[in-house]
């Protein structure tokens, strides 16, 4: 890819499966996943056949509710602000990290840990079949995905505390998802208020995603007057996502970026990275989501993306 | 200038949004609020106001550069400015970094004063800079030794030195947050010793006269509890040439304890309190906006520069006569026909008289013909009459009429410094929303005749704006879901009780609430969530001396939404709410709890729900969706 000598190209670094097996493993490659997720998609049927034949080669983490501990093989307790102990979990040969049914608190840091360490690291995403809908009023958010949020905070390992150098001089980089109201209020959070930029994911995982997203977004679009700042990124492509970041970057020379991972799981991957690989003048904005347990159904396209070295120069 | 030139100039006049507005505006379009004068007062202030009443750009009127700038455009200069401002904001993302990682409360104590320290000392470091170039001379060496030996730094001998200095511990410090358990240490500066340092020093190095600084901490809700604690510690302690000036949001001062529990920050003793509210927004609001219509008019757009001129107002008479009251009136008439003395006695009348005969009749259920002898016998006290219950018979008015665009308007200067409820954005937001519209109804705006903006455009404004801090309520809250069904339902009721006069008093808009004590307290927490939120107002019914009395507390939506509902925008008469009925409509069934509330009155059918409102028919049908 033209972009840099070492940046992944999505098509050479991501497959896609139906359904994966042993088969699609590589060798003394670790997988970190999740444990009793709720959702079809968090649980899949190979990360439970592993862990009853080759449990040594499997992670299983439990997040605590409050994106501070995380219990690590039903046996440690680990702070994900312990770097050492964070190394300890990394620090494998190969790692693959299933981020489907992990929150942000879980798998970012695990990421930032392994970047540092430079683990050759994958990264599994399962898409949904459907989302459950949205119990409020002719809600801007479509889908009822969130029982609560824990609130603006950052995520452990992201804490940013120089901010911008020109308050006068930031962005805020919105990636849109589902839930209309999230970008929204973390933007009210910064002041004074910085221009808004939205990444919607086109395509979709599905094709009416994109005009949902639009939709269930039109008050943050409208209020900020963003829609002729709207950019799109594919919804399933972290390197999409880095790339379009880059992009902004680039329109905005000498700006402070705001990032809200709150759309796609690979668009907030695409951040994390950015943000890896950007730290001076990138900073993450998160408001901690309770996900309503069931709030998917069904387990659609798996995607395998391999994040190559880095940093991405 | 063309349609899409005059658009542009205004919306950037008007549109809050500050990135949009070239810097320079600042000082152009600053209006002092009528309380500054208290916040220059040397003593530490609390400025305590909703989202978007102006506290940022009040406290950052105080800075040193700032209030510089206004004193220049008065013509005065650098020897004429007592006090020397600083300001930090308390971004919620980064002082939340300071707790948990499996440290303990005390440790986060001092490692947020020392971040504190930090954030000040850098933003007084570049105020020194700027007292460098204006007296011509350089701090000594030996004064910045002092600033830089609390923060346990050498080798620092100029103020620039100094700034990176305080960077780079900034970064050691992020360092340090994002793993705390590291077996690095860092050296914590001592709470409030290097700010007090540097404001000492400033003072005995004679840069900066006996001018007092100003330390400016916005955004004071967002800290933690124990992140109050220490700062009240140093508003506590804040002497002379010190003080501090705090704009917090209304309910987000939480913790008035200071790192010595037993001792509190309290009134009148340690700092005083401004609550904006209650400071003249009027007077305020109505200088902003002409301020900024005399800026239009400088830049050659033909625009009234009085607010009063640029929003145009009806008449009672004119705005009963756009709503229909010819049609009532008519069919008054022809009731009364058989009538002949009576009829020709009523005909000279005006329109939006006769048709309010319509209105006391479904009020009284009273014959229309006796209703008629009665006013002509009793004019003076038809005319009392028509006094307490004109307005809400405009609401009435409405009724029925299918498809109208309009079923009751929303102009004018009143209504519009009214509706905003003290909140500066909103305010300028209405306007903002008016213009558009008025360039959208009248597009062959041609520049010659002066720009005035019609009922209509302000009435749209009104509605537009309500529905969008409805849509919005949903994410700021914590609860914004339940919070948002709640004033759907409230607005419903009360959009019912406006249109259905027969056994009610007039212009009932506000509520307290009564029943079951655990219901009370529930709905009472969420209802203190949406105040602070801007979804209701409160007007404590007694002086908030215990939770007890606090209950009887008389709650009403935000007047913002009353174009949304289509209710009456003044704060009139009030209701009894059942608190168990009010948690109701958070249920699957909220059209039962709506028609609770009502307590049995009729509800307008789903055709004849006004457009902004139809939107949300299945909620009020009962779905709860």
Known sequence: MAESSNFPDPFDHTVRFESIGLEDILENETIIVADGSTEDRGQLPLWASLRASASDQLISLVPDINAETVIVNAKNTIHLRDEEQLDHITNKEKLLIDISGLPHSVWAPLLKSAQKQNIPTRVLYAEPESYKPHPSPASATLFDLSLDFLGMAPLPGFVQLSGPPDEDKCIFVAMLGFEGNRPERLVLQIDPVPKVIPIVGVPGFQLEYPAFTVACNRVLLDDYRAHKELRYARASCPFDAYLQLKKIHRDYPNHYMYIAPVGTKPHSLGAILYSLNNPNNTEILFDHPIRKAGRTKGLGVIHIYDLGKSPYV | ?625
Not at chain 2, 270 to 289: H, L, P, S
Not at chain 2, 342 to 369: A, M, N
Not at chain 2, 434 to 460: F, R
Not at chain 2, 567 to 591: E, M, N, Q, Y
């Open chain 2, 1 to 625: 200038m063309s349609d899409i030139e005059t658009t542009s100039v205004l919306s950037v006049l008007f549109s809050d949004n500050r990135a949009e507005w070239p810097s320079e505006h600042f000082k152009e379009l600053f209006v002092e609020p009528t309380y500054l004068s208290k916040l220059e007062s040397v003593r530490p202030c609390f400025l305590v106001g909703g989202r978007g009443t102006g506290k940022t750009t009040s406290l950052q009127s105080l800075k040193y550069d700032s209030t510089y700038e206004r004193l220049i455009s008065r013509g005065l200069d650098f020897g004429d400015q007592e006090y020397l401002g600083v300001l930090v904001r308390m971004n919620k993302n980064r002082v939340r970094a300071f707790q948990g990682g499996g440290i303990d409360d005390e440790h986060w104590n001092k490692v947020f004063a020392h971040y504190f320290n930090l954030l000040v000392c850098f933003e007084l470091t570049e105020l020194g800079l700027w007292l460098e170039t204006k007296t011509g001379r350089e701090l000594r060496g030996d004064y910045i030794d002092r600033i830089s030996s609390d923060f346990g730094i050498s080798s620092v001998s100029t103020l620039s030195d100094l700034k990176n200095e305080i960077r780079k511990l900034i970064s050691e410090l992020q360092i340090y947050v994002n793993n705390p358990n590291s077996s690095s240490n860092i050296i914590l500066s001592i709470a409030e010793s290097p700010v007090r340092t540097f404001s000492e020093v400033l003072m005995e190095s004679g840069f900066a006269g006996d001018r007092v600084f100003f330390c400016c901490v916005d955004e004071y809700e967002n800290l933690l509890d124990y992140q109050q604690a220490v700062l009240n510690t140093y508003i506590k302690h804040a002497e002379p040439p010190l003080s501090y000036k705090v704009g917090v949001r209304k309910n987000g001062f939480r913790n008035r304890q200071t790192l010595d529990g037993q001792d509190l920050l309290s009134i009148p003793d340690d700092y005083a309190e401004i609550e904006i509210a209650d400071e003249g927004f009027e007077y305020f609001a109505k200088a902003v906006a002409e301020l900024r219509l005399e800026c239009a008019k400088n830049k050659g757009i033909n625009v009234p520069t009085k607010l009063n001129e640029f929003l145009v107002d009806l008449s009672f008479s004119e705005e009963a006569e756009s709503l229909g009251a010819g049609r009532i009136s008519t069919q008054v008439l022809e009731e009364l026909s058989g009538n002949e003395d009576l009829h020709l006695r009523l005909v000279d009348k005006s329109d939006s008289e006769i048709y309010f005969l319509k209105y006391w009749q479904e009020k009284t259920g009273d014959q229309l013909i006796d209703l008629a002898q009665h006013w002509i016998n009793n004019e003076r006290v038809w005319e009392t009459r028509r006094g307490n219950h004109g307005y809400a018979s405009l609401f009435w008015l409405g009724k029925g009429r299918k498809g109208a665009r309009v079923r009751k308007y929303y102009c004018g200067e009143r209504v519009f410094l009214s509706l905003p409820a003290g909140n500066i954005r909103y305010f300028l937001e209405l306007i903002d929303a008016a213009i558009n519209h008025e360039l959208e109804i009248n597009t062959g705006y041609d520049q010659l005749s002066s720009l005035g903006i019609s009922p209509m455009a302000q009435t749209l404004a009104v509605r537009d704006v309500g529905k969008r801090r409805l849509n919005q309520l949903e994410g700021l809250a914590d609860h914004g879901v339940q919070l948002k069904r709640l004033v759907l339902a409230i607005g419903k009721v009360f959009f019912e009780m406006a249109r259905e006069p027969a056994q009610r008093s007039p212009e009932v808009n506000s509520f307290v609430i009564d029943g079951d004590k655990e219901d009370v307290e529930k709905i009472r927490a969420l209802l203190i969530e949406g105040v602070g939120h801007l979804a209701f107002e409160v007007t404590p019914r007694t002086k908030a001396t215990s939770n007890l009395e606090m209950k009887d507390d008389e709650y009403r939506l935000h007047r913002i939404f009353s174009g949304f509902f289509e209710i009456s925008h003044r704060k009139k008469r009030s209701t009894k709410f059942d608190a168990t009925h009010l948690l109701g409509v958070l249920d699957s069934k909220p059209s039962k709890a709506i028609q609770q509330l009502l307590e049995g009155g009729e509800q307008v059918g789903e055709s004849d729900l006004p457009e902004q409102l139809a939107l949300f028919s299945s909620f009020y049908s009962g779905d709860g969706n």
